[in-house]
């Protein structure tokens, strides 16, 4: 079986496939299949480029190249914005990562990008129209929408996570998928969660519990599945807090979702909290927030749909 990996603009996907590579998968990118191409019909990249602006075969070329390699490869990775589509019999991994991360990655040179930004702000509005125009092409041309999650088997946030510790989450749950297949399964960063309660209302006896039986599993992700609160573009815990804290103190980087609720009846259950709070949770895990509800009263998303999913 082989694995298509696709995601957020600026999501990592060429970083994390070369941490497959080094498990020995091959990679295959939309890139190299264009360049096949080109060579096979005497042109230049360049020059395939202008003309698959004209012609549309040329997608189509590449599509059935992509479908064909799927069916002559096993244990390979394609790295392609539509290879979840394309290609046959394969583990359908989605990279997220929050669109303001995504801007600092591309205007900090991480994320290769052609575009020239003057800020972080600005590349973020970038990103976005590019994402939208991106979704309406993908949709006219193929009728899919690019952004539903439900198209996946992992989504994966790549938000605060190495391209190592991603790829060794995507190699863990493509062995589960091959012993037995399973729905879209989402697993969030458990540093981009956020306590709804106050910290004294933390149970410490149950965190100390969990932290001793986080410490003695060797995975990067919890254990259990976790359920969440949106509220203003931040993810809140609905309850689990003992053990989400714990799991960060003990090198946890991954948590399945179960469910996000968006009404304002779960809304309203969201405590505001105060700097000390904030610090006292950080300080239990051992960690500390690049960004928080105190400081920025709106987060971006990740321009991904999750509605059909988490309904």
């Known amino acids: 079986m082989n694995i298509t990996i696709t995601g957020n603009l600026g999501s990592g996907k060429s970083s994390v496939c070369k941490e497959l590579q080094k498990s020995g998968f091959t990679i295959i990118s939309a890139g190299d299949i264009f360049r096949q191409i080109a060579e096979e019909k005497g042109m230049t990249v360049i020059e395939l480029n202008e003309a698959a602006k004209k012609d549309r075969s040329i997608d189509d070329m590449i ?12 244990h390979t990775v394609f790295d392609s914005r539509l290879a979840w589509h394309f290609v046959e019999d394969s583990f359908k991994v989605f990279l997220l990562v929050d669109t303001q991360e995504a801007a600092r990655r591309v205007f900090d040179g991480v994320s290769r990008n052609a575009e020239r930004y003057r800020n ?60 037995q297949m399973f729905s879209t399964k989402v697993e969030f960063n458990l540093k981009c969660l956020f306590p709804s309660v106050e910290y004294e209302k933390m149970d410490a006896d149950q965190f100390a519990h969990e932290l001793e039986k986080a410490k003695q599993d060797q995975t990067i992700c919890a254990d259990d599945s976790l359920c969440l609160i949106e509220k203003n573009g931040y993810h809140y815990l609905r309850k689990d807090h003992p053990l989400v804290f714990a799991a960060i103190a003990a090198g ?60």
């Open 63 to 74: 599509d059935n190249r992509s479908t064909q390699l799927g069916k002559e490869m096993d």
């Open 120 to 179: 972080i702000e600005e590349a973020r509005a970038g990103l976005e129209e590019r994402a939208m125009l991106e979704k309406e092409r993908f949709h006219k041309l193929y009728g899919l929408d690019y952004y539903d999650v439900c198209n996946y088997d992992l989504v994966i946030e790549s938000t605060y996570a190495t391209p190592e510790q991603i790829a060794k989450e995507i190699q863990r749950n493509f062995e589960l998928y091959q012993a």
């Open 252 to 311: 946890k980087i991954f948590a399945e979702i179960k469910d996000i609720q968006r009404d304002e009846q779960a809304q309203n259950t969201v405590q505001q909290l105060s700097e000390e709070d904030i610090a006292c949770y950080e300080q239990a895990g051992q960690f500390q927030y690049q960004s928080s509800p105190l400081q920025r009263s709106k987060k971006t998303g990740y321009m991904a749909d999750f509605s059909k999913l988490f309904c």
